[in-house]
């Protein structure tokens, strides 16, 4: 078995941030995906599948373009790690309909995606009944190895667990320039992914790519921030404001 890699010289050096988690080795890519190499698993949080319709329905006008453009992200990722295992954190969909409002060719993808992995469905907040007929196999929470997964973080010391939900972001003052972009956050113990849901990319146009990995410390935050070609370390006590996490979703 290959050690899981960028499939290609011609990726981008760099665009992950390695760190080790309650004893296993792991991959912050920057894409927003998290990767285990050993376990040949890849894991992406909060896609919010067809949340553009939904608010349309509800009149609020959204270009409803994202469920297509989360796919085409989640399917460049896979191509490039070739992992045999996908956990998706929950929120995959945005509302109970949102399966319903899937487009022929949105459904055919994930389809091919669910039937060439093995495929779980983390139930989120947004989709405690994820949709019937697209392959895979929703889960409550699902303990492999060493990690543990699951929507939301649980109150208290958890060693292991992998989470979504909460949408973190992060603020960097880089050479007098203020960047930003989603995060990752892990202290040693728990991670909680970014969101992978195009929605969520706010800065994918006006910011560089920015996927941070950042740990409270005893002097305040410090990251990891991977970007196109860099991976930089911002001591503690720097100007990295602590993430945000909004708690809405
Ligand atoms: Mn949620």
Redesign the pocket.
């Known amino acids: 078995m290959t050690a899981l890699g960028p499939k290609t010289a011609a990726e981008p050096a760099k665009a992950t941030a390695a760190f080790r988690l309650n004893g296993v080795e792991l991959l912050a890519d920057l894409s927003g995906a998290l990767v285990w190499p050993a376990r040949r698993t890849l894991i992406v949080a ?1 896609l919010h599948l067809e949340k553009g319709s939904g608010f349309a329905r509800r009149g609020s006008p959204l270009p409803p373009y994202d469920t297509r453009a989360t796919l085409a992200n989640l399917a460049a990722v896979l191509d490039r790690y070739r992992p045999d295992r996908v956990v998706c954190l ?2 995959s969909f945005h509302d109970p309909e949102a399966g319903d409002r899937l487009s022929p060719r949105d459904r055919a993808t994930l389809r091919r995606m669910t039937a060439a992995h093995d495929w779980i469905w983390i139930r ?3 989709d405690p009944a994820p949709p019937a007929g697209l392959g895979g196999r929703a889960a409550a929470e699902e303990t492999i190895g060493a990690l543990r997964f699951r ?2 973080a649980a109150p208290g010391p958890v060693a292991g667990e992998v989470s ?4 973190p972001k992060i603020g960097l003052s880089v050479r007098g320039r203020q960047v930003g972009g989603r995060c990752f956050v892990e202290d040693g113990r728990r991670v909680i992914l970014p969101a992978f849901g195009a929605y969520d990319r706010p800065d994918a146009d006006t910011q560089p790519p920015t996927t941070a990995v950042t740990s409270p410390g005893p002097q305040g935050y410090s990251s990891r921030r991977t970007g196109p070609a860099i991976v930089c370390s911002t001591p503690s006590g720097s100007k990295a404001r602590n993430a945000k996490a909004k708690t809405t ?1």
């Open positions: 909060d929950g929120d989120g907040n947004h929507h939301e979504g939900h909460f949408h979703r």
